[in-house]
């Protein structure tokens, strides 16, 4: 969405810039990625994390300004999904005729990886999980010079995988989590495979987060009514909060 009701907290798909280890890591595709700023274009070599190809995961990557330089090399990293590999679930989207062009048309070189577990990325040391997502979603732990961030979107904090989950982030320095939807709105979207804001304020407590930012909020929201759940969010904890388009944290 966008418009002055959304200027706030942002209308753009899930993309997240993490700069740890002494580089700089992209987390997810969406329309949020057309805006990285020109430090990171001018890298030679990036890595993108998927955590999964559905597509407002995965819609800014045709747009972003990155798969036009010349030279540079994107490695992007996803676990293969419904039979395929990473490459051709960024095919399906990105190719004739929902796209005019193909990955192998950008000047950019792109390099696609299948997700480990665990991997080195220079001195970031990632691990996934699966998360509980219709079709599969990774949830992604970062870990560099004493430093930790989770990355725990689209996914349903059901009482079943939380244990495993409050595991995974424990005493990460900062959590993003799922909070798309309301406690209202829940009963009826169970299955969806997102959560509530308050099942993620939950799941930072549990893991012992030092800061939470709600992440993936449903493209209705306007910014009073988010204004209003952040408001009671850092009631209960000032560390916690919906996390803002362009916030910059510092670990």
Same mark, same amino acid.
């Given at each position: 969405?966008?418009?002055?009701?959304? /200027?706030?907290?942002?209308?753009?798909?899930?993309?997240?810039?993490?700069h740890m280890g002494g580089q700089f890591i992209v987390l997810d595709a969406g329309t949020g990625i057309m805006k990285l700023p020109n430090e990171v274009l001018a890298q030679k070599e990036l890595p993108l994390l998927l955590t999964h190809a559905h597509a407002d995961h995965?819609?800014?990557?045709?747009?972003?300004?990155?798969?036009?330089?010349?030279?540079? %090399?994107?490695?992007?990293?996803?676990?293969?999904?419904?039979?395929?590999?990473?490459?051709?679930?960024?095919?399906?989207?990105?190719?004739?005729?929902?796209?005019?062009?193909?990955?192998?048309?950008?000047?950019?070189?792109?390099?696609? @990886?299948?997700?480990? =577990?665990?991997?080195?990325?220079?001195?970031?040391?990632?691990?996934?999980?699966?998360?509980?997502?219709?079709?599969? *979603?990774?949830?992604?732990?970062? =870990?560099?010079?004493?430093?930790?961030?989770?990355?725990?979107? !689209? $996914?349903?904090?059901?009482?079943?995988?939380?244990?495993?989950?409050?595991?995974?982030?424990?005493?990460? !320095?900062?959590?993003? /989590?799922?909070?798309?939807?309301?406690?209202?709105?829940?009963?009826? %979207?169970?299955?969806?495979? @997102?959560?509530?804001?308050?099942? *993620?304020?939950?799941?930072?407590?549990? $893991?012992?987060?030092?800061?939470? %930012?709600?992440?993936? @909020?449903?493209?209705?929201?306007?910014?009073?009514?988010?204004?209003?759940?952040?408001?009671?969010?850092? +009631?209960? !904890?000032?560390?916690?909060?919906?996390?803002?388009?362009?916030?910059?944290? +510092?670990?």
């Amino acid at each position: 969405m966008c418009g002055g009701d959304f /200027a706030r907290y942002g209308g753009l798909t899930t993309c997240a810039l993490v700069h740890m280890g002494g580089q700089f890591i992209v987390l997810d595709a969406g329309t949020g990625i057309m805006k990285l700023p020109n430090e990171v274009l001018a890298q030679k070599e990036l890595p993108l994390l998927l955590t999964h190809a559905h597509a407002d995961h995965l819609l800014g990557l045709p747009m972003c300004a990155y798969v036009m330089v010349r030279g540079a %090399r994107l490695d992007i990293y996803g676990a293969p999904r419904d039979g395929l590999s990473p490459r051709r679930q960024v095919e399906r989207l990105v190719s004739p005729p929902l796209w005019p062009i193909t990955p192998d048309d950008f000047l950019t070189e792109l390099c696609f @990886h299948d997700m480990p =577990e665990s991997m080195e990325l220079g001195a970031v040391r990632v691990r996934s999980m699966e998360g509980n997502h219709p079709g599969g *979603a990774s949830l992604l732990r970062l =870990e560099a010079g004493g430093k930790c961030l989770v990355f725990a979107t !689209d $996914c349903t904090f059901s009482d079943e995988l939380r244990p495993k989950l409050a595991e995974f982030a424990h005493g990460c !320095d900062l959590l993003l /989590a799922d909070g798309q939807y309301n406690d209202e709105e829940w009963p009826t %979207r169970k299955t969806f495979g @997102h959560s509530t804001w308050r099942m *993620a304020a939950e799941l930072a407590r549990e $893991c012992g987060a030092k800061r939470l %930012r709600v992440v993936h @909020h449903d493209p209705q929201r306007t910014d009073a009514m988010l204004a209003a759940w952040d408001k009671t969010l850092q +009631e209960q !904890d000032p560390a916690y909060a919906f996390a803002r388009e362009g916030e910059t944290i +510092e670990l």
